[in-house]
């Protein structure tokens, strides 16, 4: 496969991460939280509204009291690890539609990232009694989908008997998911061709010389080598009502008479 350059696709990272700071920075500073700032975009079912989501995404929390930091530190872990992965997919020469994917989902991870590191601080949106304000900052969700809201039975694991909706998030969410979601659909199609590749490559034994590719004049030199021999160890010979005639394989004939 042929390399490829990352910088257009980390471009698209740079220019959803701005779309995704944008609108939260928006809502937060032209929006009133919940349902008194709510606004209709599409009937009753997609509304913008404002909440703070102080765990993972789509509302989600870790029930601890360091959750939220070891989920900011995984998070920047995560980004690091996806921009790399990227890069390397990308010198690789990977389909184009898998490293779009993976600049989507870098986009997402890299949003929340900056929520979850800096909001506590200058948006001062900390949950009360954090043991600081940094990597403590609650992410800003505002698309709200609004198809089904109620309690959950009973007999429901974990989630009975409590109150839910159809979870609000954000656009880096929406990057992440939708990112994920073209990796599994079209994974054959991203991944298929790098498998049959690989599948050409030795199994066993380490050597690295015996996946390598033999120059084109070494090839020629052994090939000229085998034929060499080949002409060495037969001859042509041409029987005639005067004799024999052996052609050798420097092109010059001997005759020899029959005189039996």
Same mark, same amino acid.
């Given at each position: 496969? !042929?390399?490829k350059? *990352?910088?257009?696709?980390?471009?698209?990272?740079?220019?959803?991460?701005?779309?995704?700071?944008?609108?939260?920075?928006?809502?937060?500073?032209?929006?009133?939280p919940?349902?008194?700032g =709510?606004?209709k975009?599409?009937?009753?079912?997609?509304?913008?509204?404002?909440?703070?989501?102080?765990?993972?995404?789509f509302?989600?929390?870790?029930?601890?009291?360091?959750?939220?930091?070891?989920?900011?530190?995984?998070r920047?872990?995560? +980004?690091?690890?996806?921009?790399?992965?990227?890069?390397?997919?990308?010198?690789?020469?990977a389909?184009n539609?898998?490293?779009?994917?993976?600049?989507?989902?870098?986009?997402?991870?890299?949003?929340?990232?900056?929520?979850?590191?800096?909001?506590?601080v200058?948006?001062n949106?900390?949950?009360?009694?954090?043991?600081?304000?940094?990597?403590?900052? =609650?992410?800003?969700?505002?698309?709200?989908?609004?198809?089904?809201?109620?309690?959950? *039975?009973?007999?429901? *694991?974990?989630w009975?008997?409590?109150?839910?909706?159809t979870?609000?998030?954000?656009?880096?969410?929406?990057c992440?998911?939708?990112?994920v979601?073209? !990796?599994?659909?079209f994974?054959?199609?991203?991944f298929?061709?790098?498998?049959?590749?690989? $599948? +050409?490559?030795?199994?066993?034994g380490?050597?690295? &010389?015996?996946?390598?590719?033999l *120059?084109?004049?070494?090839?020629?030199?052994?090939?000229s080598?085998?034929?060499n021999?080949?002409?060495?160890?037969?001859?042509?010979?041409?029987r005639?009502?005067?004799? =024999? !005639?052996? &052609? $050798?394989? $420097?092109?010059?004939?001997?005759?020899?008479?029959?005189?039996e």
């Amino acid at each position: 496969m !042929i390399q490829k350059s *990352p910088f257009k696709f980390f471009l698209l990272t740079l220019v959803l991460i701005a779309l995704d700071q944008s609108v939260k920075l928006a809502v937060h500073f032209y929006m009133a939280p919940g349902f008194a700032g =709510q606004v209709k975009i599409v009937g009753d079912w997609l509304k913008l509204h404002y909440v703070l989501n102080p765990g993972m995404a789509f509302g989600m929390q870790l029930g601890h009291e360091y959750g939220k930091l070891l989920l900011s530190v995984f998070r920047l872990f995560a +980004m690091v690890g996806i921009g790399y992965y990227l890069v390397m997919l990308a010198h690789r020469g990977a389909p184009n539609g898998l490293l779009w994917a993976m600049a989507m989902i870098l986009a997402g991870a890299v949003g929340n990232v900056i929520d979850s590191t800096f909001y506590g601080v200058f948006l001062n949106n900390a949950p009360y009694g954090s043991p600081t304000p940094w990597f403590h900052g =609650q992410v800003i969700d505002m698309v709200f989908v609004d198809v089904w809201e109620g309690f959950i *039975p009973d007999w429901v *694991p974990l989630w009975g008997g409590q109150y839910y909706s159809t979870p609000i998030f954000n656009i880096a969410d929406s990057c992440i998911f939708i990112g994920v979601c073209l !990796i599994l659909f079209f994974q054959r199609r991203f991944f298929g061709d790098q498998s049959v590749e690989d $599948s +050409m490559l030795p199994v066993s034994g380490s050597d690295p &010389v015996e996946a390598s590719v033999l *120059p084109a004049a070494d090839f020629i030199r052994e090939e000229s080598q085998d034929t060499n021999q080949s002409d060495n160890q037969t001859e042509a010979r041409i029987r005639t009502d005067e004799g =024999q !005639i052996i &052609v $050798s394989e $420097s092109g010059l004939t001997d005759e020899k008479k029959a005189t039996e």
